[in-house]
């Protein structure tokens, strides 16, 4: 199979060495199933300063990268085998999953990472990239989010996970993963689900496609409604709607109006949020 080739072409190329070097992308990289390259953006500006950025025209706070040196690096990589230009921006097209199955489907792709105030908008016109955003909030640059894409499509290359381990994600069919445990079975009072003790496979999947439907339709209701159920799964959301089901609970740390509560580490339980007994903190 030919390797994925993944370019990033970015000021700073040493925030990759970390992430690139550890856990399942650094085991794609050696096993050969995609080839990571880090340019620095900067040897395609002109000696001796390499300047790459500028102010902005018309005014205003912080600077500008330029076109010059982004188009110049993307041409000649191009040449040498490189993939389409993808520009990481908050003015892009949201990220997800899709996006990156289809973008693992290859051959090949170029990140562009901005910074400052934004990339020169010439870069666009000429380039005509793939202009990709992580979510609705600014960074200090596109590197961030040029790892979260790595990250996310080197995944799902064949050979980097266990056969079929990508298929239970989140998203990956329509809807939110269900919960998941492991030992202790006992736990603070907390008990394991039976059915997951039970050995039936078929009773188990049928309790994980009902627990990540309930899950979604708490949490993410947006994806329920394009989500591909069964009439039996929608009549099961229609009945949670109608009766309410959602487990009455105290309002988690992060919803509580600042002032009114105990703070993230608060708890009514002295053990809950402790390690046990002889355990690591």
């Known amino acids: 199979m ?10 700073f190329p040493g925030m990759f060495e970390g992430p690139f070097a550890a856990g399942m992308i650094r085991k794609a990289a050696l096993a050969g199933i995609c080839r990571l390259h880090v340019h620095d953006l900067r040897a395609w500006a002109p000696a001796p300063h ?22 110049r690096a ?68 596109g590197e961030l989010p040029a790892l979260v894409v790595v990250d996310a499509v080197v995944r ?10 990508a298929e239970s994600d989140s998203f990956s069919a329509g809807l939110l ?22 050995g039936d496979h078929g009773a188990i999947a049928a309790w994980r496609r009902r627990e990540a439907l309930r899950r979604t339709w708490e949490r993410r209701p947006d994806l ?10 929608r009549a099961a959301v229609a009945e949670w709607a109608a009766e309410a089901s959602v487990p ?7 919803a509580v109006p600042e002032g009114d509560g105990p703070g993230p580490a608060g708890t009514d339980d002295p053990e809950v949020g402790a390690p046990a007994a002889g355990g690591s903190s």
Do not use: N
């Open 2 to 11: 030919t390797p994925v080739r993944i370019d990033v072409l970015t000021i």
């Open 50 to 71: 390499r300047v790459v950025d500028d102010e902005a025209y018309g005014g205003g706070p912080g600077m500008v990268l330029k076109a010059e040196p982004i188009v």
């Open 74 to 141: 993307y041409r000649e990589l191009r040449a040498a085998g490189a993939g389409p230009p993808v520009l990481l921006s908050p003015q892009g097209r949201r990220f997800d999953q899709a996006l990156a199955r289809k973008l693992a489907r290859g051959p090949a792709m170029t990140l562009l990472c901005g910074r400052y105030e934004g990339v020169d908008e010439r870069v666009a016109a000429i380039l005509q990239p793939l202009e990709v955003s992580i979510g609705d909030f600014v960074l200090t640059g």
């Open 156 to 165: 799902l290359l064949p050979g980097v996970l266990a056969e079929g381990a």
């Open 177 to 198: 993963e269900g919960p998941q445990y492991t030992r202790p079975r006992h736990l603070w009072g907390l008990e394991v689900p039976p059915v997951l003790l039970s």
């Open 224 to 233: 329920v409604r394009t989500a591909p159920l069964s009439l039996a799964e």
């Open 248 to 254: 009455e609970r105290p309002p988690a740390w992060w």
